[in-house]
């Protein structure tokens, strides 16, 4: 099942480690914002701001199970998500 990451790049997340959070996530799903893995179980995207900015950087994570329009709704926001512990969440979902 594809995992849809979205990594909100608004101002507060931006300013707390969310451009470092999405290169992160660039270096160890060896794709780009934007890019599908070759195997189709990562989509990696930049978003705007998730109305959660006391809580930055926030992280959502979606897995599509309908509609593309219902991925919003299906997504989980991982609040205060520094870099250190998305980079682990996102190599045990990638060796999961
Ligand atoms: S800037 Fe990320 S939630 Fe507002």
């Given at each position: 099942m594809m995992h849809i990451i979205k990594i909100c790049c608004g101002c507060s997340c931006a300013a707390n480690f969310g451009l470092d959070n999405l290169k992160k996530a660039e270096e160890i799903l060896g794709i780009k914002a934007g890019d599908t893995s070759e195997d189709g179980k990562f989509r990696l995207e930049k978003a705007g701001c998730m109305s959660n900015c006391e809580n930055a950087p926030n992280v959502m994570f979606c897995k599509p199970?309908?509609?593309?329009?219902t991925i919003m709704l299906d997504g989980k926001i991982e609040e205060n998500l520094l870099p250190n512990r998305f980079a682990k969440m996102l190599k045990e979902l990638k060796n999961s």
């Open positions: 199970n309908g509609p593309l329009a």
